[in-house]
């Protein structure tokens, strides 16, 4: 599956789509309108899997959204953004890990941080994917001991198609751990969550989405913080 033309799936049909049928992009079930006065934006939250997904006309273009990336200041010499990853590495990696050492980073950013830690700290070797910093699909025909994904699924207009496609480039026993902060289930503190006012987030998960991905596209969900973190590998057949 090409990665690009998962991308271009967030234009027109499924536009139209969601806004006639108001069914939950998930699990297809029906979904309720929470509306943001103060930023005059709609969403769409699924009763069933918990889903909450901006609608399309809302979303910002994708020139706008790589100028919000390129404001971030991320750095391998930042020492507390280091801390970041190694606990989420420490929590939802190590614990779980076969014994390759073969990963793949999917949305590195414009400074592959995670992946650098990876790299030095755990020895690990890395590719790294990301659309604007890193559009060299480099992961094509591999198999992978780990992928990771941190702070990109909340950017994903259809979320089961990307856990599928990344689940295809794990190894048997391989890890996938993903990192997003999961949304608060009252409406009043969603609107009133930082999170969700960052126009480039789209989507947004509980533990209870992720459940229901990782049941869709053959995952088993082996470990949540119930915070931010998940980690999955192949359900076996």
């Known amino acids: 599956m090409d990665i690009k033309c998962i991308i271009k799936e967030r234009q027109g049909a499924l536009a139209e789509w969601l806004n006639v049928l108001n069914e939950c992009i998930i699990c297809g079930s029906e979904t309720r309108e929470i509306y943001n006065r103060t930023l005059k ?3 769409h939250h699924c009763g069933n899997c918990e889903f909450i997904s901006k609608d399309p006309a809302d979303w910002i273009s994708e020139e706008e959204e790589l100028k919000i990336y390129n404001r971030h200041n991320n750095s391998i010499e930042d020492p507390r953004y280091v801390a970041f990853f190694k606990d989420f590495i420490d929590s939802a990696v190590v614990p779980f890990l ?3 050492r ?3 980073d999917f949305g590195s950013g414009p400074s592959p941080v995670l992946a650098t830690i990876l790299e030095r700290d755990y020895g690990f070797k890395m590719d790294i994917y990301d659309l604007y910093f890193s ?6 025909g591999k198999k992978y001991n780990l992928i990771t994904s941190t702070e990109v699924f909340e950017h994903l ?3 089961v198609k990307y856990f599928r496609m990344l689940s295809g480039y794990l190894e048997d026993d391989g890890l996938l751990s993903v990192m997003t902060l999961f949304h608060p289930q009252d409406h009043q503190q969603f609107l ?3 999170y969700m006012r960052d126009m480039s987030h789209i989507s947004f998960y509980t533990v209870r989405t992720m459940q229901v991905i990782s049941d869709l596209v053959g995952l088993e969900l ?6 931010r973190y998940t980690s ?3 359900r076996k057949k």
């Open 102 to 104: 073969r990963g793949f």
């Open 232 to 234: 999955f590998k192949l």
């Open 222 to 227: 082996l470990f949540t913080d119930r915070k």
């Open 157 to 159: 207009a259809e979320p």
């Open 41 to 43: 934006v709609k969403y």
């Open 98 to 100: 076969s014994k390759g």
């Open 192 to 194: 009133d969550w930082y």
């Open 135 to 140: 559009p060299n699909e480099v992961f094509k």
